[in-house]
């Protein structure tokens, strides 16, 4: 049962780039859409996140755009950096008081 | 503010053996949470408390995983007997409370990564 569907898998950009990660969800119960970065070797940890009353979130270079009737949502990561080089998954949380993380997407980032 | 600690960092074993991972949540986190991460996936929720009461454990392997959290701070998982399926790194979190709120934000531990032989 998948309730939440990440994409892409992998990715590759060029330095200064715009990464683009998606996800789609089905249950409507879900309130709280974070992102997590994790590192090899480490745990996931959040960075950013977004309730399902404002459409756009904004820190930094990472936005998060929520289209609530799509029941979608995506990370964008603007001016990409060899930094960002990670893997980054999705979540959804709500009802039932539990985390559902999306299959994860590997970021690569070209110097 | 010191992070959610695990250990071991590393186990291998042989499927049939038991094995046991240990946890200890941000201090003053009601929230515990133990996820399991297969190479290439996300993590998955196996059992989460509050407190030392189990909020969730509707994926938890019960017929050979077992959790504990008894007074409501560190936690032990255990695999008794492991198989080559439950290869994969079990990570641990905590949070100040159960509900999503910006203030309960979820913070993870490096993980213990079982290899099963």
């Known amino acids: 049962q998948q309730q939440v569907k990440q994409s892409p898998q992998s990715l590759i950009v060029q330095k200064g780039g715009i990464s683009i990660i998606n996800c789609a969800y089905e249950?409507?119960?879900?309130?709280?859409f974070p992102w997590y970065q994790q590192f090899p070797g480490k745990g996931p940890a959040l960075l950013i996140a977004?309730?399902?009353?404002?459409s756009e979130k904004k820190e930094g270079r990472f936005t998060i755009s929520f289209n609530k009737s799509a029941k979608q949502f995506s990370l964008h990561i603007m001016d990409s950096q060899p930094g960002d080089s990670a893997t980054y998954f999705c979540?959804?949380?709500?009802?039932?008081?539990?985390?559902?993380f999306g299959t994860g997407t590997r970021l690569k980032v070209l110097a | 503010e010191a992070g959610v600690a695990q250990s071991p960092r590393y186990k291998i074993i042989e499927k049939r053996q038991s094995v046991a991972f240990w946890c200890n949540p941000i201090?003053?986190?009601?929230?515990l949470y133990w996820y399991q991460q297969i190479l290439g996936q996300g993590p998955k929720l196996l059992i989460q408390?509050?407190?030392?009461?189990?909020?969730?454990d509707s994926q938890l392997p019960k017929d050979r995983f077992s959790a504990e959290r008894l007074k409501g701070v560190d936690s032990t998982l255990k695999i008794q007997p492991a198989k080559l399926e439950d290869s994969a790194v079990y990570l641990c979190?905590?949070?100040?409370?159960?509900?999503?709120?910006?203030?309960?934000?979820?913070?993870f531990g490096a993980g213990t990564r079982l290899s099963v032989l």
């Open positions: 408390f509050q407190n030392n009461g189990v909020v969730d």
């Open positions: 979540a959804v949380y709500g009802g039932t008081y539990k985390y559902i």
């Open positions: 979190a905590s949070s100040l409370d159960l509900t999503g709120l910006a203030k309960n934000i979820q913070y």
């Open positions: 201090s003053g986190h009601a929230t």
């Open positions: 977004i309730r399902p009353d404002v």
């Open positions: 249950n409507t119960a879900f309130d709280y």
